[in-house]
């Protein structure tokens, strides 16, 4: 979410590091926007602080979630950032649409720009007011702990030029690494552009890729004529500023005059925004935005130029703010006086041949590991489907399992009936589940038994009688044994 936030109010700025995309925040680069506030009414909003657990640490963190909220309540913004992957958001494929967040939000996030610097600007007026021993201005330390919470843990009682310092140094090194950033973003998007239009040309025929190639050459000199662009600072581009944009005399024209109706809120200060409102006439001559030669980003990245330029020239203390003594003390010097022309994008290329190929081979590096990703996907896929389709077969053969199973038990099984005869070894033959129709019906078992005992109680009675027994039921050979001895004497 931070890695977001920072692509997107930066423009461009990316780096690996979490926490300078955290750094880097602090500095939206945006030339105000001038509205009517008696016809244009920001819709009233409320701030909702992010729960404890994800405080930065940073010193503008309160910045930070400011900024945040008030970028999501765009709803165009906002869905920007749901269809775009992580990957497109570190590249700064997302910051472009900073450009089209509706006009309150961009106006909103353009004030609180100006708060941060305001607190900047609150420091140094502390350290001048402790250096130069203003015994009739008193430092309130408890409202600058108050603004800058982060310094609650130094010395809670008294500010020490030392400490201020230690503060406008963390402030400005975070600026300055923002603006070195947004170069080396340029530089990138600069290149991609050179790829993709050489990729562009290899799809073409040679007729169409001669064509594209005259196209282009007539669009870059389209863009080189324009009128010419005063140095920025010098007097001759501060004079048009006073004529075309204040409608003053230029032959009255006052450096001092010209600081106070500049400075937009005086404080007594040029910060960077109100130096860049400065470069608007001059940029205007080198972009239109309804030319197609013309490129926005490349306007932004002038304005950075024009305004490091300045900085460099008249900012004597390096705090990153002009003040009206630096910049009337600029004004007194040669070069102010020159009318050199200012050397624009154009004629200073932003990369080298040697970085462009280094870049062409990691884009190629880029591609050739994502088609890698692919294959392995793929090979993952094909092994994922490989056991689903074993977890189908197999839950198939279980499911037939159980139906068997079921079958069985739904059937009803009887006790077969043994058969044995002498000494003959027992065999199971099934009892058929319906007895035929001649077949008399066996005979029950306690039957048996009692015409046995009937049987052997009237061989008993013949017996006393003297009567001779029935040998019907005795083997073969003993029935003629006890004929035999029957017969005898």
Not at 46 to 72: C, M, N, Q, S, W
Not at 85 to 108: C, N, P, Y
Not at 149 to 177: C, G, Q, W
Not at 218 to 244: T, Y
């Amino acid at each position: 979410m931070w890695s977001w936030i920072h692509n997107k109010m930066y423009g461009r700025a990316v780096n690996a590091s979490w926490v300078l995309l955290l750094i880097h925040l602090l500095c939206l680069e945006a030339v105000p926007i001038s509205i009517d506030k008696t016809k244009v009414k920001e819709p009233e909003t409320k701030t909702e602080e992010p729960p404890a657990d994800v405080d930065t640490g940073l010193h503008y963190d309160r910045y930070l979630r400011e900024v945040i909220d008030f970028l999501e309540k765009d709803q165009h913004f906002r869905e920007k950032l749901h269809n775009t992957d992580m990957e497109d958001i570190k590249q700064g494929k997302l910051a472009k649409e900073l450009d089209f967040v509706s006009h309150h939000v961009r106006t909103k996030l353009d004030e609180l720009k100006r708060q941060e610097v305001n607190r900047l600007r609150t420091l140094i007026k502390a350290k001048q007011d402790i250096e130069g021993g203003n015994v009739d201005i008193a430092v309130d330390h408890q409202a600058l702990l108050k603004q800058f919470e982060y310094l609650n843990h130094m010395n809670p009682h008294t500010f020490e030029v030392d400490d201020l310092d230690r503060l406008i140094k963390s402030a400005t090194n975070d600026l300055e690494n923002y603006d070195k950033e947004r170069h080396e973003e340029f530089k990138r998007y600069e290149m991609m552009k050179e790829h993709d239009r050489r990729e562009h040309l290899k799809t073409l025929n040679e007729e169409e890729r001669k064509k594209e190639e005259e196209h282009y050459e007539e669009m870059k000199m389209k863009h080189a004529d324009h009128p010419k662009v005063n140095h920025p600072g010098s007097q001759n581009q501060l004079k048009e500023v006073w004529e075309e944009a204040d409608g003053l005399d230029p032959e009255d024209f006052d450096p001092k005059t010209f600081f106070n109706l500049h400075d937009t809120n005086g404080d007594g200060f040029f910060d960077e925004q109100e130096l860049e409102a400065l470069f608007t006439k001059e940029l205007e001559k080198i972009y239109d935005p309804t030319n197609e030669e013309d490129d926005m980003v490349e306007m932004e990245e002038e304005r950075l130029r024009m305004r490091e330029h300045v900085m460099n020239e008249v900012d004597s203390n390096k705090d990153r703010l002009v003040s009206l003594d630096e910049f009337l003390v600029a004004t007194k010097k040669k070069d102010f006086l020159e009318s050199d022309s200012w050397e624009t994008l154009e004629q200073n290329q932003a990369y080298t041949e040697e970085e462009m190929r280094e870049f062409e081979e990691h884009l190629a590096q880029q591609e050739q590991d994502l088609n890698q990703k692919a294959v392995d996907l793929q090979k993952q896929k094909d092994e994922l489907e490989r056991q689903q389709e074993q977890l189908n077969a197999q839950k198939i053969e279980l499911q037939q399992a159980v139906e068997h199973m079921e079958r069985l038990k739904s059937q009803k099984v009887e006790t077969p009936e043994v058969l044995v005869e002498g000494n003959a070894i027992p065999e199971m033959h099934p009892v058929e589940a319906q007895p035929q129709e001649h077949q008399p019906p066996p005979q029950a078992p306690q039957d048996t038994h009692k015409e046995a005992e009937n049987h052997e109680q009237q061989n008993l009675d013949q017996a006393q009688q003297g009567l001779p027994q029935e040998h019907n039921n005795l083997p073969p050979g003993h029935q003629e044994a006890a004929q035999g001895q029957e017969n005898q004497p």
